[in-house]
């Protein structure tokens, strides 16, 4: 399966912007990149999900590189309750979702 | 509420007992996933039913575990005689194959102690 980096932890203030960034370097042209968050004692949940094109959605924006070996997920203004370990994951498409695989993320803490 | 329900939350249980945890999927969804996490990692993939096809299994799923989904609804995975190192967070996920939106939607997850 083909890897990503992501920092191990990240802070930020309320209400300011959020830039998670992710490498994947040996991405192939067929990994889409998801983003997954886990919430304190919860499961983990779908962020966006993207290809090449940028996405945005209700929670984020993913901005994927040119080359797509790097991506980054945009939270536009963080608030307390987005305080979350964020997951960058690489899956085949549609079908073979199930095995995201899934490394240790970036822990988001989110300054009042 | 429509999501993933595991059950139960929380188990405690001595080592060499057998545990049983149960998951239900998005009404909907055929396919069904059961994810181990230890603390400070991320989810592991254990295995994944499609309706009630067992699909894939890993490496990590020793013969000591076991799921089943007997009717394409509900999952139950078992762990006989259970070790120290079998304590975790297990999660259950569901996900509808025929939509390419990549998104698998977990449940809370049932913690295991093993003492």
Redesign the interface.
């Known amino acids: 399966d083909a890897k990503t980096t992501q920092p191990n932890s990240m802070e930020s203030n309320e209400e300011e912007p959020v830039h998670l960034p992710c490498n994947h370097s040996t991405i192939s042209g067929t990994d889409?990149i998801?983003w997954?968050r886990q919430l304190p004692?919860?499961?983990?949940?779908?962020v966006i999900?993207g290809l090449t094109s940028n996405v945005n959605n209700r929670m984020a924006s993913l901005a994927i590189a040119e080359d797509r070996k790097s991506s980054t997920l945009i939270l536009h203004r963080a608030t307390l309750r987005d305080a979350a370990?964020y997951?960058c994951i690489l899956?085949g498409?549609?079908?073979s979702?199930?095995?995201?695989?899934?490394?240790?993320?970036t822990l988001l803490t989110v300054n009042p | 509420d429509t999501g993933v329900s595991q059950d139960p939350r929380h188990k405690i249980t001595k080592r060499g007992q057998n545990v049983t945890f149960r998951c239900d999927p998005i009404s909907e969804h055929n396919r069904l996933y059961w994810y181990r996490q230890t603390l400070g990692q991320g989810p592991e993939f254990l295995t994944y039913f499609q309706n009630e096809a067992q699909l894939e299994k890993s490496r990590l799923l020793s013969d000591r575990f076991s799921a089943e989904r007997p009717k394409g609804s509900f999952s139950t995975l078992e762990i006989q005689r259970t070790e120290q190192g079998d304590s975790a967070m297990y999660l259950c996920a569901s996900s509808f194959v025929a939509t390419n939106t990549g998104e698998l939607f977990f449940g809370e997850g049932s913690r295991l102690t093993v003492l």
């Open positions: 889409y998801h997954y004692s919860q499961g983990p949940e779908y999900h370990v997951y899956s498409s549609g079908g979702n199930y095995k995201l695989t899934f490394g240790k993320g």
